[in-house]
Structures are given as structure tokens and as C-alpha cells.
């Protein structure tokens, strides 16, 4: 059984998803502000939170950063702003995946589950093997990852992203098909957010993150593997 933390300072909101949630099956606890938000995540094990954006104390992007520096849990976050700059600082802070207020809870269950099926097999884009180019190494079925011989944390979406390019080298692909294949569902016009995650798997992954080696851009095109 899948355990989710949410975390909303609305608490007609946070007891409609909770509520939701559980006659899907999930366990579910919950939490008021940012910095619960945080002691929670580090207090339990998660396998997904709901995040909103504007809460008291601290607001989610600092929640999601500080939890960022001990966890790689899947988040989604929860906001009434629809700007796609609020957005890509989501995704900037470690976020996995942004619904905007207000928004149909069966959309929320497929994104939830959409995301719980990609962090939590042991394999989600094929069967389970080591992946390597270079200097990068992948363990698809331990979800592990490596930067020459030195471990490196990603969060669900990055490692997803990264092994489709690791299982396809030379093959480019356009930002709505990564958005497709590795997020699942349509992100209508927010091609920014492959943008945010291949920068930051370069920035975690390539040796030097200005001219990587091997998480290359297509202009005008996508992204693609280079060849080992």
C-alpha cells in the first residue's frame, strides 16, 4: 500500500483528497504548513507528497528544497497560480510533477498514479539492467545512479528521463514526446518543464554541465544521448 503525505493549509481541500485518496487505497497523513511538511517527510517513509505552494511558515518551494536535501520522494505540487514561471520554479525546487487549483480529483488520481507506478517499479521504462555511458551509470532495477564511481540523487523524473535516453543513445526526441513517454499524460504547452530536467541531469550527471558530453541538444529539435 502506497503511503502519501499532503500537505495543504485548506482543510475542507485536505480532507476531500484524504478522503479521495483512501477509497483508492492509499495510506494517507496530513499536514498544515511548510515546516510540518518537512518534519513529516524527514519523520516518515513516503511514497509520494502532495505539496501546495502557498502555506504559512515556510511556502512549498523551500519545503520542497529542504526535503530535497534528504529524500528523493516523488512531489507534486498544489497551487492556485497557473503562471508557467511558478511553474518552472516547481520544477526548479525538485518537484516532479504541478496541478494548479482548482482541479478535478480524478485528475489528481491519474497524476498520483502515474507517478507512484514510475517511482515505485522496479523498472519502469523496460526490464531491469545497468546502463552506462562514460562516466554515467544507471541501475534501472535499483533505481540507483552514478557520477564517475560517486552516487547521485534523482528524483523520479529525472531517472525516468535519463534511462530513456541511456536505452535509446543516438535516437532524438522531441520535447512532447519525452513529455509523453516519461511523463505519461499531456503537458499542454509546458515543454519548459524537459527543459528544467535535462538541465539538472546535466548539472548533476556531465563532467561539465556547460558543454556536456553526453546529454546533448538538437537545435530545434530535442535532446538525444550522444554515442559512447
Known sequence: MAKILVVDDEPVLVKGIKFNLEHEGYQVEVGCDGEQAVELAREGSFDLILLDLMMPKIDGLQACMRIREFSNVPVIMLTAKGEDTDKIMGFECGADDYITKPFNILELKARVRA???????????????????????????????????????????????????????????SRENLLNVVWGYEYIGDYRTVDVHVRRLREKLELDPANPEYIRTKWGVGYYLARV
Not at 521504462?125 to 564511481?149: N, S
Not at 531517472?159 to 543513445?169: A, G, I, S
Open 115 to 173: 507517478l507512484l507506478r514510475r517511482s515505485g517499479a522496479a523498472d519502469s521504462l523496460g526490464t531491469g539492467a545497468v546502463l552506462e555511458a562514460g562516466h554515467i551509470r544507471l541501475d534501472t532495477g535499483g533505481r540507483a545512479a552514478w557520477k564517475a564511481g560517486v552516487p547521485v540523487e534523482l528524483t523520479a523524473k529525472e531517472f525516468d528521463l535519463m534511462e530513456l535516453l541511456l536505452r535509446n543513445p543516438g535516437r532524438v526526441y
